[in-house]
Structures are given as structure tokens and as C-alpha cells.
């Protein structure tokens, strides 16, 4: 009770006309630069983090949280409408909101985005205000070799969101685990398939795979099939109202990619790529369970609702998650994170336990903030869904020479490099012979993201064992994520050994006269 009372008093604070503008400002800030490929909520509040130096730190961090709840929103429009993801946490949101909007239901994918990002953000951060404590004490159980446990039952998990073939998943993650090893190894320095360029050393920008797997890999894809490319012209631009089927359809996914979120946002490392993807693999499983049941269809792989539902919803929990070990514990677990953290010591305070009383009122008043700035986000973006997916119904060469444009421009500011435009060509390339091929592209990023991660987290936890292996299942953490594994990879392989046991059994058994007559 103490906690919703400090949270009231944190709403007196926050809804005076002063930070309800400095909120209106962040969100609509965020979602500017959420949707413009290689920026994100990181580099603006880096941005204003020195134009804010003269600012009350209420109004500052309120300006700030804004940005970071607006930036996670916005990607969700570019993944849904130009299968083009504004930062990396948009991405699981492309493969079925995309398709949404090629089957002419880009305002029902915003719409569903909209509200999803909304009870995420709204259920995780009254979480975050009623139990940091016991939030934090959960982030302080993760080691090492936690996070190695994590990260391999997220790798199981991408089996979930691949196509039916095993092998050319398995064969995508490889692609990206390789591609996620270039550059100078953290631990020892070395130099790994850098090929003797100087511009390798850092590795490969994340910015640079996403828009070159996703954005213009499709691109490609979709000049090499001219005339049997996607009917763009069939987009509608209705309501971004959802119909009672849909709305029956995207509640309980909003509910459990919250739960996820929220279970994974106060971890430092795990990132908001973890839960999105594994909210995505989970409504998979279910669809495809309740298919077998005949209650319902498979709509996965042709632009299921409920592939936008969870992972939106997952993306935004979990951005109010990662709150709980930056003020709680003072540890940044984004970019964002990182800066925001730079911005309490401008101010000359010191995020961890002793914030919570020597600036209760900032806390307090941030944590209301961000709920409303979860409705300003709801009320800005759902009504202009339908203006949104009218970009789609551009002509084919127009709207692809601008994604094209957009991209390239994109790659560029980042580091204003011709070098790193040639390897965006190449990464174009080699999504473009993935599609052709057959070979999903999830995996691919899913390794790019978490293979660096995987691999650092292992060599940490057998340095701190003396190369003793038993580290990886020391705690029951570790154990409980790696039951899950093997029950990932042993109950579907058992579940299909029964069906087809059973599909002998009820063939009708034909006698040699049948066979002969």
C-alpha cells in the first residue's frame, strides 16, 4: 500500500501542464526517430542530453523516458508497413506485421501494435512501481552462467519462429552466429574474420544487417519476381479499429508478451530481442496447437495478429523492465540505459537503492510519467494507423526506390563511410539468396544479436571456475532454463512420433484381394 500511495503522489507530480508537455514532447521525439533505421531511442537522448543541462531533473528524465517509450513504439510502424525495423527490438514484429500489410491489413497490424505497446507499458511499469525490490534481488541471481543458460534457450526457441525445415534453421542461426563473431574478440584481443581490413575490427553494425537482411533483401527479392510480387494495390486504409475477432484473438497474446517482458526486462543483458522473439516462437506453438485441436486456423507465415500482439507487447514491458536495475541497482542494461545513467550523474545523483529515498519524488514522479506518456502514445499513433498504411499503396518502383533510399541513407549517417555501403550490398546479397533459397532469415538475426552475448557470458563463467564446467549448472536458474531446453526440443519430437503412430494405426488396413483387385 505504501507503494500505490508514493505512485499517487508521483501522479501529482506528473500531471502538471509543465511535464505533461516535456512528455507530449518525448513520445512524439521518440517515435520520430523510432522509425528511421540506425537511430533510435539511444542516440536521441544523447542528443538532449546537453541541451537538457539547465533543466529541473524531473522535467529532464520525464523529456527522456518519453523519447525511450516512444523510440521502442515507433519501430513497430516501419517493421509493419516496409518489413523495415527501426531498431532491433522491432524486428520479430516484421515477419507477421509485414505480412499483415501486404494482405491489406496494415491499419488492423498498427492498431494491434498500438494497443499492445500500450497494455505493456502500462501493466509492466505499475509492476516496476509495486515491486522493484523483489525485482531487483531477482537481477542480482543472474551470473554468468545464467546468462549463458539464457541465451542457449533462446537459441531453442528460434526453432519456433522458422520454417518446418530444421536444417535450414539451423543453418541460418550458423550464418548469423558467424556473422556476430567478426571483428576483435572482447576477451583476448584477437582479430576474427576481419580478412585484413581495418574497418572489420569493430564488427559488423547491427543497423547494417537489419536493413540489409530485411529491408533491401526484399527489395531485392522482389524486383527479381516482378510481376509475382506482392498486390500492393490491394492495401486498404480503413480503420485501425480492431474487429471482435481480432480483439479475441490479441488479448491473451498482450497479456502473456507482457508477462514475458516484464520476467525478462529486469535482467541486465537480456535486452528486449530476447523476449520479443521468444513471445513470437510461443504464440506459434500455441497456434499451431489449437489448429491441430480444430479450434482455429494457422495464420503464421501468411500475417497472423497475433504475431504483432505478443512481441509489441513484450517490446514495450520490457523497456519499462530494464528501469528496475538502473535505479535500482544503478546498472545500465540498454544504450539508452547507459545514457540515462550519464544524465543522473550530471545531476549529481547516484541511481541504487538510496535513490528510492534521497529523491523519492523524482522516482516516483518518473514512474507515473511513463504511464502517461504509455496513453499519450495511444492516443497520438491509433488514430493515424490508417494515414500510415496509405504508404503502401504508392506504386511498387516508387515505394521501393524510397525504401532503397531511406536505407542507404540510413547505413551512411551512421558512420558516413563508403565502406560500410559496400557491405550493406553484401548483406543485401546474402538476404536476397536466403529468401531465394528458402532459408528463413530469424535465425540469422537472432544469432547476430545473442551469439556475441552467448559466447562472452561462457568464457566469464569458466574463467571465474578455472575452466570448470560445472558453473553452467550451478544454480537453479541455470537448471530450470536448461529443463526447458531439453522439453523445447523432446515433447514436440515425441508429440510427432505419437501422431504418426496413431495416423498408421487409423489407416485402414488393406487386404492382398484390395491391393491385386
Known sequence: MESLSLLLDGFAGALTFENLMWALLGV?????????????????????????????????????????????????????????PGQASSIATTYEGHKMALNGRGPQALGTAAIGSFVGGIIATFLVAMFAPAMVRLALQFGPGEYFALTVFSFVAVAAVVSNSVLRGISSLLIGLAIGLVGIDSQSGAQRFDFGIPNMLDGIDIVVITVGLLALGEVLYVASRRSSGPDLSAIRSGTPW??????????????RGTAMGSAFGPIPGSGAEIPTFLSLGLERRLAKRRAARGKGVD?????????????????????????????????????????????FQQYGMQPGPVLFER??????????????????????????????????????????????????LAVYAINASVFHLVLLLLVSALGFAMRKFGVPVAPALIGVVLGPIAETELRRALAASSGDPSILVGSGISIALYTLVVLSVVVPLGIRIWRGRRAVQAAPIRTDEQVNG
Do not use: H, Q
Open 28 to 84: 512524439l521525439l521518440g517515435t520520430a526517430v523510432g522509425v528511421l533505421p540506425g537511430m533510435g531511442s539511444a542516440m536521441a537522448v544523447a542528443l538532449l542530453l546537453p541541451v537538457t543541462f539547465r533543466m529541473d531533473p524531473t522535467s529532464a528524465f520525464i523529456l527522456f523516458a518519453g523519447v525511450y517509450y516512444g523510440g521502442m513504439f515507433g519501430g513497430s510502424t516501419t517493421s509493419i508497413l516496409l518489413n523495415t
Open 242 to 255: 480492431l474487429g471482435r475477432r481480432d480483439f479475441a484473438r490479441s488479448w491473451k497474446p498482450w497479456l
Open 299 to 343: 495464420e503464421f507465415g501468411s500475417g497472423a495478429i497475433e504475431g504483432v500482439a505478443g512481441p509489441e507487447s513484450a517490446n514495450n514491458s520490457s523497456a519499462a523492465g530494464t528501469l528496475v536495475p538502473l535505479l535500482g541497482l544503478g546498472l545500465p542494461t540498454s544504450a539508452t540505459a547507459a545514457i540515462m545513467l550519464a544524465a
Open 359 to 408: 529523491n523519492a519524488d523524482l522516482v516516483w514522479t518518473l514512474l507515473a510519467s511513463l504511464m502517461i506518456g504509455t496513453v499519450l502514445l495511444l492516443v497520438i499513433n491509433l488514430p493515424f494507423a490508417p494515414l500510415w498504411a496509405k504508404l503502401l499503396r504508392l506504386p511498387k518502383p516508387y515505394l521501393y526506390a524510397g525504401i532503397t533510399m531511406c536505407s542507404v
